[in-house]
């Protein structure tokens, strides 16, 4: 069982930034690909980055590509995976998701993840 939570949340300006991080609970995090998600009012839930269990694969929404980055510490007990989040924009608004998934290599698919947090609000203002 793993145990994700959330936090970095917040309301922003537009061009601003926010990193999030989620927290997981459990001795083998480096077993786990990590996904990170989003959901806006209205819309299905869409994959926004992904990495995998050691860090050297990674995946990017191609809408984010060079505005977003996605990184994990496997190490020291932090057991984190973060999502650095620059030049936002008013549609990046959003609850953002994180999710492990037991393997490890990433998915873009949502039910490709077993475990999920609880989600943290994203809110960039024009």
Do not use: H
């Amino acid at each position: 069982q793993v145990q994700l939570i959330e936090s970095g949340g917040g309301s922003v300006q537009a061009g601003g930034s926010l990193r999030l991080s989620c927290a997981a609970s459990g001795r083998t995090f480096s077993s786990y690909a990590m996904g990170w998600f989003r959901q806006a009012p209205g819309k299905e839930r869409e994959s926004v980055a992904a990495i995998s269990g050691s860090g050297g694969s990674t995946y990017y929404a191609d809408s984010l590509k060079g505005r977003f980055t996605i990184s994990r510490d496997n190490g020291n007990g932090k057991n984190t995976v973060y999502l650095q989040m620059n030049s936002l924009k008013p549609e990046d608004t959003a609850v953002y998701y994180c999710a492990a998934r037991g393997d490890k290599l990433w998915s873009t698919k949502k039910n490709a993840y077993d475990y999920w947090g609880q989600g943290t609000q994203v809110t960039v203002s024009s």
